[in-house]
């Protein structure tokens, strides 16, 4: 009879483990292209995060903090504990960089000063619609599994979040093209003006 009540345990305890590894884990939220047409209305949108670069010659990570308006994009990037802050403001084709302490340049080429400084190519005027899930307006783009290729880039969206007041938007974005890889997480959402139709 203790034998019986021990083949019976044995037997719940395999049905359980086998249970357990048969279900696959998937993310809560994944990324698609259909219904997003609404993010182009963005007027308005900031963001929190981090963002990790590596090129060729060098790879670096910040801090990231984002704003963007109809007007203007404004980035500010930190190091660890705050350190080296940096801000990085377009305005039409103009970029102003400072480094604080009155160090401070302006540019008409932004993208090409920008990759001056940082010492990888970032394509800063596309990253401001691929950041909130988008391609560019008025660029030929082909879809993916999970996000798109636009003017030589990759651009994945491996993980998305839920926002206050519906919708999503991006959490881990990977955005590469053979010698430049951009890693964005955003850890919040902190404006977003237009809820999703």
Not at 115 to 144: C, H, M, N, T
Not at 159 to 187: A, E, F
Request: charged fraction near 25%; include cysteine; proline fraction near 5%.
């Amino acid at each position: 009879m203790l034998c019986l009540s021990y083949r019976f345990i044995l037997w719940g305890l395999l049905i359980l483990l086998t249970g357990c590894a048969t279900i696959p884990e998937k993310p809560l939220y994944v990324y698609s292209s259909k219904q997003r047409h609404y993010i182009y209305e963005l007027k308005h949108w900031a963001f929190e995060g981090r963002l990790a670069v590596s090129g060729p010659k060098d790879s670096w990570s910040a801090n990231v903090s984002w704003n963007h308006s109809p007007l203007m994009e404004s980035m500010k990037l930190t190091g660890p504990l705050g350190q080296g802050a940096i801000v990085i403001q377009l305005k039409g084709e103009e970029v102003l960089i400072d480094r604080g302490k009155g160090d401070v340049f302006t540019s008409n080429e932004p993208e090409k000063f920008i990759s001056q400084e940082l010492g990888a190519f970032v394509p800063l005027k596309s990253l401001r619609y691929w950041a909130v899930g988008v391609p560019e307006q008025d660029k030929d783009f082909y879809e993916i599994g999970e996000g798109f290729s636009q003017d030589g880039w990759l651009v994945e969206y491996k993980q998305m979040q839920s926002i206050d007041g519906g919708g999503l938007m991006p959490q881990k974005i990977l955005v590469t093209n053979g010698q430049v890889k951009l890693k964005l997480y955003v850890d919040d959402w902190k404006q977003i003006d237009v809820k999703p139709k």
